[in-house]
């Protein structure tokens, strides 16, 4: 575990960087943590996955995969590729500061 | 900067042989967590694999316990009339609490991942298929050669 800077908060992370506790995630943070994997900008739909994978993970106490992430906002799969490319389950759950998902599908 | 881009080029390919449930669904989750990594990922399917994306069959999988002592069932009573059919049933019941799609919404995820679906030439030979009988997310219909062309430097499954 280390000591990040993200938007002028110190918060403790794991190997991969995703915050060690997920509640000390601030909406600042999203803009320099969506940076980190390759995100110039956040729009609406970027937001709107952000707070559902939040909401979700405080809920269930497990991140959403991406199909549940897809089912429950109505964004389709291909457009989650589009949003975070490459890995999106992922780069989403980093941007939202919730853990990695753990689910299979 | 991309801190997840590991510059791999890790591109994986996936020979789908079963047409059953507990055959083709281990294939179907590793492509699927293949592609969330942004693997390229490519599945061939040959014989009753063929099932898994014939779309008059892909929704009616079945499992059956003949054969398949693993399921725990006397062998004197798997072959009974119904028992397979039951068998089904509740495997797809249990598939579907885990909140994993049914086997013609995953081939479409997965299309929508971006895998490349593949149909085996000599199998819709010899079963007198055409690619209208496929789901639309199949890109073609390829030969054993065409596929050991698209998959060099890949790593390769036979399921």
């Known amino acids: ?105 | 900067m991309d801190k997840f881009d590991t510059g791999s080029d890790r591109k994986l390919c996936i020979i789908v042989s079963k047409g059953t449930l507990d055959g083709a669904y281990p294939s179907l989750i590793m492509a699927n967590a293949a592609l969330a990594e942004g693997i390229e990922t490519h599945l061939f399917f040959t014989f009753w694999g063929l099932d898994v994306i014939t779309k008059k069959k892909m929704g009616h999988l079945p499992v059956t316990p003949v054969g398949n002592p693993s399921m725990g069932m006397p062998q004197a009573v798997a072959p009974v009339p119904g028992v397979s059919t039951m068998a089904t049933k509740m495997m797809k019941k249990k598939i579907e609490g885990l909140d994993v799609p049914d086997v013609p919404e995953f081939i479409e995820m997965l299309h929508d991942m971006g895998a490349y679906l593949w149909a085996c030439r000599m199998t819709v030979d010899m079963l007198d298929l055409k690619i209208e009988d496929f789901h639309e997310s199949v890109k073609d219909v390829i030969s054993a050669g065409d596929f050991i062309e698209l998959s060099e430097g890949a790593q390769l499954l036979f399921t």
């Open chain 1, 1 to 105: 575990m280390t000591t990040e800077t993200i938007a002028g908060t110190s918060v403790e992370v794991d190997e991969e960087g995703f915050l060690v506790d997920p509640s000390v995630w601030t909406e600042e943070m999203a803009v320099p943590l969506a940076a980190e994997v390759g995100l110039e900008a956040l729009n609406e739909d970027h937001w709107t996955v952000i707070k559902f994978c939040r909401n979700d993970y405080f809920e269930k106490g497990e991140s959403p995969t991406l199909r549940r992430v897809s089912v429950e906002t109505g964004v389709p799969t291909k457009q989650l590729f589009e949003l975070f490319p490459k890995k999106p389950a992922k780069k989403m759950s980093y941007v939202a500061g919730v853990p990695k998902p753990k689910g299979c599908v």
